[in-house]
Nanobody, 115 residues
Framework: QVQLVESGGGLVQPGGSLRLSCAAS????????VGWYRQAPGKQREWVAT???????NYVDSVKGRFTISRDNAKNTVYLQMNSLKPEDTADYYC?????????WGQGTQVTVSS
C-alpha cells in the first residue's frame, strides 16, 4: 500500500506562483507514472499533468507553459510548479501515482487564486 501526502497549497494572488509537493511512502516510487489532477468547486475532477517513468510529460492545454510537473525518485516525491496563476486555477489539487494496474491518490491540497 502506498500513501501520498500533498503539501504546498494556499492562497496566492493572480500572477503568483506555488509549488505543490506530493511525498509517497514505499520503495517502488520510480516504477510508477505520476500525475496531478484538480477539482474546482462544483466541477468534476480534471487531469492537469502527467509524467511517465521515463520522464516524458503531458499537460492539459489550459496550463501549458505555466505549470511544470517533475519528480525526484530519490525522495519519492512529485512536484507541480505553478506559475502565472489565474483565478480559474482555483481548485483542490490531487496527486496520483499509477502503473501495473495500481493507482494511488493523495488527500488533496487546496489552491486559491484571488486578489
Amino acid at each position: 500500500q502506498v500513501q501520498l501526502v500533498e503539501s504546498g497549497g494556499g492562497l496566492v494572488q493572480p500572477g503568483g506562483s506555488l509549488r505543490l509537493s506530493c511525498a509517497a511512502s514505499g520503495s517502488s516510487f520510480s516504477r510508477y507514472a505520476v500525475g496531478w489532477y484538480r477539482q474546482a468547486p462544483g466541477k468534476q475532477r480534471e487531469w492537469v499533468a502527467t509524467m511517465s517513468r521515463s520522464g516524458s510529460t503531458n499537460y492539459v492545454d489550459s496550463v501549458k507553459g505555466r505549470f511544470t510537473i517533475s519528480r525526484d525518485n530519490a525522495k519519492n516525491t512529485v512536484y507541480l510548479q505553478m506559475n502565472s496563476l489565474k483565478p480559474e486555477d482555483t481548485a483542490d489539487y490531487y496527486c496520483k501515482i499509477f502503473g501495473g494496474g495500481y493507482a494511488y491518490w493523495g488527500q488533496g491540497t487546496q489552491v486559491t487564486v484571488s486578489s
